[in-house]
């Protein structure tokens, strides 16, 4: 599969997010990819639905919603209605993963899987069937513009093979700190869909960040 791009709009310029936005629409990039954070999972708060719906009215492309939340079973229901095509919950934070992930396609939306740095791939062992997307994360959840952890590459090697082995079908996503340095070799470890917040955003001229990021 040729590989996606997901610009974060945590990233993005708040004071005029609509020109952000618009900027991606003309882009090469994928999917939105919006990062949801509730202060208690994770050390920082970001937006929930009024943001997430603003995006969704403008937006192009299809949104992929980082839940970054405890019990995020709570407002599946609600994400959904406000125009999220893919959903993932963190495995740290789902008691009931199983459960969650039959109910996020049950609504005929993408369900994802995402773990923490510290995580292993093998507690993903068996749920390799139930996502649609797992994301490894490549920097501690919260914030921004944080340095990417090496040890992620062997991660998403592990996780292809367990998905080619499980016969899934499910792409697998990195999310964090992903700068033209390491773009290549996420790739090359497995990765399908690559979120980018700094080295889009943070770059003079985000277009050609993307574009020079597929390239
Ligand atoms: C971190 C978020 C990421 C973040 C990525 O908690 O999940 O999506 O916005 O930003 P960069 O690419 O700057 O690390
Ligand atoms: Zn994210």
Redesign the pocket.
């Known amino acids: 599969m040729r590989h996606l791009l997901a610009p974060?709009i945590?990233?993005a310029d708040f004071n005029n997010l609509s020109k952000d936005i618009q900027l991606i629409n003309e882009s090469e990039a994928d999917w939105f990819?919006v990062?949801v954070?509730d202060g208690v999972f994770?050390p920082n708060i970001s937006f929930g639905f009024p943001i997430l719906k603003h995006v969704k009215k403008i937006s192009q492309k299809p949104l992929d919603v980082?839940l970054?939340i405890v019990n995020p079973e709570r407002y599946i229901e609600e994400f959904a209605k406000a125009g999220a095509d893919v959903i993932t919950v963190h495995y740290e934070a789902c008691v009931h993963l199983h459960r969650i992930l039959q109910s996020i396609r049950s609504l005929g939306i993408k369900a994802g899987v995402a773990i923490n740095p510290a995580t292993p791939v093998s507690v993903l062992e068996d749920v390799l069937n139930d996502a649609d997307l797992f994301l490894v994360?490549s920097?501690n959840?919260?914030?921004?513009?944080?340095k990417f952890i090496p040890r992620t590459i062997d991660k998403i090697r592990q996780l292809r093979i367990d998905l080619d082995e499980a016969g899934s079908k499910a792409v697998i996503e990195v999310?964090?700190?992903?700068d033209a340095t390491n773009y290549k070799s996420v790739i090359d470890a497995g990765a399908d869909v690559i979120?980018?917040?700094?080295?889009v955003f943070n770059m003079p001229e985000p277009r050609e960040a993307i574009k020079n990021l597929k390239a």
């Open positions: 974060s945590l990233s990819h990062d954070m994770v980082h970054m994360m920097v959840p919260g914030f921004g513009g944080q999310d964090g700190g992903v979120v980018a917040g700094s080295a």
